[in-house]
């Protein structure tokens, strides 16, 4: 429904800027890879694997039965400090700012599960070269964006195919984000099959991708929640500012590699491949 909204007000897609890495699409058409000029082709490869562990879903009670949210230290997160939106009246400048980009931006979501089909969604991380953005949806704890105002805001947007999206291991978040009535459409940029087409000797995980090819040591998903087991938390548990930091680092992650992976695609003539097939 929301797809064929977008496509009964589309206007045009913007154009892209000289150092685009995405080319923004023609009205309807899929994103199609661009090589910025002067960037080196390097060495390629990324991992499987999701960011959440599998638990059931939390069953939520009414306010007075929920417990107080988890605290965790963590290390400082790579990258710029991440914005936390969860005053809905941001939402409609932040969206006219997502849509306008024509390399497009990350979608990373964080959720109880690691089925995308049994998990809830707790929150959203954006990046798109600059500060990360979190959006806080269901943790226990608050404060959270209304759901209704959150969907809203981000369902045309979400199903508007002219807008590139980016993300790593992005078939579990469009998944996770469909079940919570969110289609996903544009996808641009995979990450994870990007790396498994350039190297796929190697692991293809989020951690694995940071270290190799960016030196950073990025913040484990066990740091948050703990080891499998029973004693393990799930990500709604924890309190807002902690997830967002994980979330950000993630997606602000994703955003580097795609800048790093997709020039490399298209020296390797890898892209039609990338585009088409995988």
């Known amino acids: 429904r929301y797809a064929a909204e977008a496509v009964a007000k589309a206007g045009g897609a913007p154009a892209a800027s000289p150092e685009s890495t995405l080319a923004a699409p023609e009205f309807g058409a899929e994103p199609v890879l661009q090589a910025p000029s002067g960037m080196p082709a390097g060495e390629g490869q990324l991992g499987f694997g999701f960011d959440a562990v599998h638990v059931a879903p939390a069953q939520r009670g009414p306010a007075s039965t929920v417990a107080a949210a988890v605290t965790v230290e963590l290390k400082p997160a790579y990258g710029p400090p991440v914005r936390i939106v969860s005053d809905a009246s ?21 959720t109880t599960s ?69 289609p996903v459409s544009g996808l641009a940029c995979d990450t994870m099959i990007a790396s498994y087409l350039l190297d796929p000797e190697t692991p293809h995980n989020l951690d694995f ?52 992976f997709l020039p490399q695609l298209v020296a390797q003539g890898l892209a039609p491949l990338f585009r088409d097939a995988e």
């Open 114 to 182: 690691e089925d995308p089909l049994k998990a809830r969604l707790v929150g959203v991380g954006l990046s798109w070269g600059e500060a990360p953005v979190y959006l806080p949806i269901a943790h226990d704890d608050g404060p959270n964006l209304p759901a209704d105002a959150f969907e809203t805001a981000f369902a045309p947007l979400l199903a508007d195919p002219r807008v590139p999206k980016i993300g790593q291991h992005f078939k579990y978040d469009q998944l996770v984000l469909r079940g919570a009535g969110l």
């Open 209 to 260: 991708l940071a270290r190799t090819h960016l030196g950073v040591e990025k913040i484990p998903t066990s740091a948050l929640i703990g080891k499998r087991g029973k004693e393990q938390t799930t990500m709604n548990q924890l309190r807002v500012a902690t997830v967002a930091a994980y979330c950000g680092e993630d997606a602000h992650v994703t955003w580097l590699l795609a800048e790093r």
């Open 90 to 110: 941001e939402l409609p400048a932040l969206v006219a700012r997502l849509a306008a980009l024509p390399s497009g931006f990350v979608i990373d979501t964080e």
